[in-house]
T-cell receptor, first 107, second 112 residues
Framework: QQQVKQSPQSLIVQKGGIPIINCAYE??????FPWYQQFPGKGPALLIA?????SEKKEGRFTISFNKSAKQFSLHIMDSQPGDSATYFC??????FGAGTRLTVKP | KAGVTQTPRYLIKTRGQQVTLSCSPI?????VSWYQQTPGQGLQFLFE???????NKGNFPGRFSGRQFSNSRSEMNVSTLELGDSALYLC???????????FGPGTRLTVL
């Protein structure tokens, strides 16, 4: 039973585009929703996180949008760069991760 | 501040053997969690330790075990290795009550 569903599996955008990655969860007890970025050969690194009492959070070029009633949240990357090419994971609370999205930003 | 360190970084074992992986958390972090990462299953939670006690456990067989020492360092053990145990094993540390996790680089285990 997958607690957090993430889509798409992979995403290719041009430099400057705005990739959007979506996640959905079932358990309403979850109260912390982080996004992680992982480069090949490295462990995941926390990118940005949100609590369910907030509908949007921005940190630099990264924005989380959160819809509590729909139990969905998404990551937007503004002005994407080739250096953003990585795998992105959404998560809920501490131990529940989405399957990951491999993002490729073409120059 | 030094990050989370994991040793060894790479390991090759054969079926039936056992293996022990080590994790040193960030100084001051008392919670350590372990994850298995595979291309097909993504990141799956193994267990979490806090103050030398297992606080949470994922859905893995009893062949997977762990422990935490008084200095917060943690080890995980896998006995009777199977081919399907080949994976990247990640350790993450966090403050006692914090959800923010900091991951180590992982140990790549290959079972032949």
């Amino acid at each position: 039973q997958q607690q957090v569903k993430q889509s798409p599996q992979s995403l290719i955008v041009q430099k400057g585009g705005i990739p959007i990655i979506n996640c959905a969860y079932e358990n309403t007890a979850f109260d912390y929703f982080p996004w992680y970025q992982q480069f090949p050969g490295k462990g995941p690194a926390l990118l940005i996180a949100i609590r369910p009492d907030v509908s949007e959070k921005k940190e630099g070029r990264f924005t989380i949008s959160f819809n509590k009633s729909a139990k969905q949240f998404s990551l937007h990357i503004m002005d994407s760069q080739p250096g953003d090419s990585a795998t992105y994971f959404c998560a809920a609370s501490k131990g529940f991760f989405g399957a990951g999205t491999r993002l490729t930003v073409k120059p | 501040k030094a990050g989370v360190t994991q040793t060894p970084r790479y390991l090759i074992k054969t079926r039936g053997q056992q293996v022990t992986l080590s994790c040193s958390p960030i100084s001051g972090h008392r919670s350590v969690s372990w994850y298995q990462q595979t291309p097909g299953q993504g990141l799956q939670f193994l267990f979490e330790y806090f103050s030398e006690t297992q606080r949470n456990k994922g859905n893995f067989p009893g062949r997977f075990s762990g422990r935490q020492f008084s200095n917060s360092r943690s080890e995980m053990n896998v006995s009777t290795l199977e081919l399907g145990d080949s994976a990247l094993y990640l350790c993450a540390s966090s403050l006692a009550k914090g959800f923010e996790q900091f991951f180590g680089p992982g140990t790549r285990l290959t079972v032949l």
